[in-house]
Nanobody, 127 residues
């Protein structure tokens, strides 16, 4: 069963930065595109970014474009999400999951990824 472990969340002030990590558990990350998703209180989960496994292309939702950067280190079996210029509306639980190449290019509308949802990591942006 594909599953990831997310970490790196915390409390940060508006304008601050955080780096989230997504570690693959018991499988090799090389074969999968990986997306980051978030769920704010009272809202549906939404895809915010994805990185392909074939060419390393990255995709971003409009809401985070220019502020978030996704990367992967296959040697460490980990995908990262560097979040900068954080806004109050970025407050959410963040999750990562494996997705298909097609889903990666359309990450904003993905609701059912290939892997199970992990515990997530909480990001709170507050002054």
């Amino acid at each position: 069963q594909l599953q990831f472990v997310e970490s790196g969340g915390g409390l940060v002030q508006p304008g601050g930065s955080l780096r989230l990590s997504c570690a693959a558990s018991r499988f090799t990350l090389d074969y999968y595109a990986v997306g980051w998703f978030r769920q704010a209180p009272g809202k549906e989960r939404e895809g915010v970014s994805c990185i392909s496994n074939s060419d390393g292309n990255a995709y971003y939702a409009d809401a985070v474009k220019g502020r978030f950067t996704i990367s992967r280190d296959n040697a460490k079996n980990t995908v990262y999400l560097q979040m900068s210029s954080l806004k109050l509306e970025d407050t959410a639980d963040y999750y990562c999951a494996a997705v298909s190449p097609f889903e990666c290019r359309h990450i904003e509308v993905v609701t059912t990824p290939l892997s199970s949802w992990g515990q997530g990591t909480q990001v709170t942006v507050s002054s």
